[in-house]
Every structure is written in structure tokens, then in C-alpha cells.
Nanobody, 131 residues
Framework: QVQLVESGGGSVHVGGSLSLSCVASGYPSSSSNKHVAWFRQAPGKELEGIASIVTWTGRTNYARSVKGRFTIYSGNVANRVDLQIHTLLPEDTGIYYC??????????????????????WGQGTQVSVSS
């Protein structure tokens, strides 16, 4: 059973930075390629896909709202995907979730930002940005 655990959330001031981590366990041994994404849910708003990565190739995908300020990457530690957040804005406040799909064909080189694509989800980590 795949489990995802997020960490790194917290309270920061506008313009600050945070690094979130998503550590996975339980991937099938045959699953060489995975799609891993970060989603967030701001208060009163719908879940938004913000960044994703194809673990086989490292190809990344970003929502327009975060492009240039957020960086998703994997590889430093096995089965861990990090999200670096810079120049935080009040609208970045929300719960940040990690999601994953394992057993993806290596021919699929774009991880989507739609929630229905992902089978496994973490519990979320809170990010609060204050002015």
C-alpha cells in the first residue's frame, strides 16, 4: 500500500521561502516511473494542481499561478519529491497535498495537474503566509 507523508509546512511572512517534502513508501518494486504532483487548497477554494514531475525523466509541469516561484524536484533521496517555494504571497496560504501515481508507462512524459489522475494522496501540510 502506497503511503505519502508531507512535511515542511509552516507560517512565514510575505516574501519568505519554504521547502516542502513528500516521502513515499510502499511503491510496487516493478514501478520504475511515477507521476508525483503537489496540489493546494486555499481557504474557501477548490483544490488546485500546482506542480508535477515525471520521476523517470525529471520533466516538470507548473500551474501558471506558481511558475517561476515554485520548483519541484526529485532524486536527492529515493522516493522523495520536494517543492521549493520562493517569494511567498498571501494567496499561497492553504493546505498543500502530495499525490502520486505509480506504474506509469515511461512513454508518458508529462505529469498532469488534474486530481483525478492521482491514486495516492498524503494528509497535507499547512502553509500560512502573513503580511
Amino acid at each position: 500500500q502506497v503511503q505519502l507523508v508531507e512535511s515542511g509546512g509552516g507560517s512565514v511572512h510575505v516574501g519568505g521561502s519554504l521547502s516542502l517534502s513528500c516521502v513515499a513508501s510502499g511503491y510496487p518494486s516493478s514501478s520504475s516511473n511515477k507521476h508525483v504532483a503537489w496540489f493546494r487548497q486555499a481557504p474557501g477554494k477548490e483544490l488546485e494542481g500546482i506542480a508535477s514531475i515525471v520521476t523517470w525523466t525529471g520533466r516538470t509541469n507548473y500551474a501558471r499561478s506558481v511558475k517561476g516561484r515554485f520548483t519541484i524536484y526529485s532524486g536527492n533521496v529515493a522516493n522523495r519529491v520536494d517543492l521549493q517555494i520562493h517569494t511567498l504571497l498571501p494567496e499561497d496560504t492553504g493546505i498543500y497535498y502530495c499525490a502520486a501515481k505509480s506504474g506509469v508507462s515511461t512513454s508518458i512524459d508529462l505529469a498532469p495537474l488534474t486530481k483525478d489522475e492521482y491514486l495516492h494522496w498524503g494528509q497535507g501540510t499547512q502553509v500560512s503566509v502573513s503580511s
